[in-house]
């Protein structure tokens, strides 16, 4: 089977998670930018994380044969302190014509704080600007609700985002509809313990269809598995689920989503 990562934080994973990706069929892998685990104490840190992201990955992913392609932005984890979240804001417009640049992200809310939502705010502002593509993270557990409703609030607002090039990612039973009644597109992350397993995911799938939903698995450096993906297509053939459906989860929507940027280019 053929299936793209569109979510997946590989600075932090191996050569050989790399390899087995390639080995189970793995076109290209997509990195938002992210927390790395700590804090970083200054800009300087982001336009390091920026470089690797948009120089040193690309090489490493292909040397197991797979394109690499990334997001740029501060999370919300990070956008406690203004200051510094406005500084890194101010670095992202000379990374955009980079080729594997795709769009803002990951962006989005942690605590719903209203510094989280004041960078937010700024983000979809650049994206608007530069006519960017936008990756949403949203909050975890009983955050997740609200946040969502804030952070979609927010892209309504601003009358140039063009909903079909908006992703909420991490979507639940409980917000998948919301985001798709918006027009947006969303996604779903498959952790082992947190966040939706493949079997909840298929669930999911088999309530609201096969439409502007993708599958991720997210992987970074806590607890979590970069062959999420092709697992969860494993489970909806177990269920009888055609391999068109299949496909269209895993591949197909996946690439016209990110087609819309003209970075996202794959044979
Ligand atoms: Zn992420």
Redesign the pocket.
């Known amino acids: 089977m053929k299936y793209i990562e569109p979510?997946a934080?590989m600075v932090s994973r191996t050569t050989d998670d790399y390899e087995r990706m390639a080995l189970a069929g793995c076109a290209a892998v997509c990195e938002?930018a992210?927390w790395a685990g700590f804090d970083r104490s200054s800009p300087a840190g982001f336009y390091d994380y920026f470089s690797q992201l948009t120089e040193h990955e690309p090489k490493r992913a292909a040397m197991f044969g797979l394109k690499h392609f990334c997001w740029l932005g501060i999370?919300s984890k990070e956008a406690e302190d203004v200051k510094l979240a406005e500084e890194v804001i101010d670095l992202v417009p000379a990374f955009l014509e980079r080729g594997n640049v795709l769009g803002i992200g990951?962006i989005g809310l942690n605590k719903n704080s209203r510094n989280e939502l004041r960078v937010l705010e700024r983000q979809v502002e650049l994206a608007a600007i530069h006519r960017q593509l936008i990756l949403v993270?949203t909050p975890h557990l009983e955050d997740k609700l609200k946040g969502t409703r804030l952070i979609l609030d927010v892209l309504k607002n601003d009358s140039r985002i063009v909903p079909e090039r908006v992703i909420i990612?991490h979507v639940e039973e409980h917000t998948v509809e919301l985001v798709l009644d918006c027009g947006m597109w969303a996604g779903m992350?498959l952790y082992p313990e947190t966040k939706a397993t493949p079997a909840r995911a298929v669930d999911i799938l088999e309530l609201y269809g096969n439409e502007r939903l993708w599958l991720n698995s997210?992987c970074?450096w806590g607890v979590s598995d970069p062959l999420a993906v092709p697992r969860t297509a494993l489970e909806m053939k177990k269920r009888g689920h055609t391999a068109m459906a299949v496909e269209q989860v895993i591949f197909a929507n996946p690439k016209k989503f990110l087609s819309q940027s003209p970075h996202f280019k794959i044979a």
């Open positions: 979510h934080h938002p992210f999370n990951e993270h990612d992350t997210a970074d």
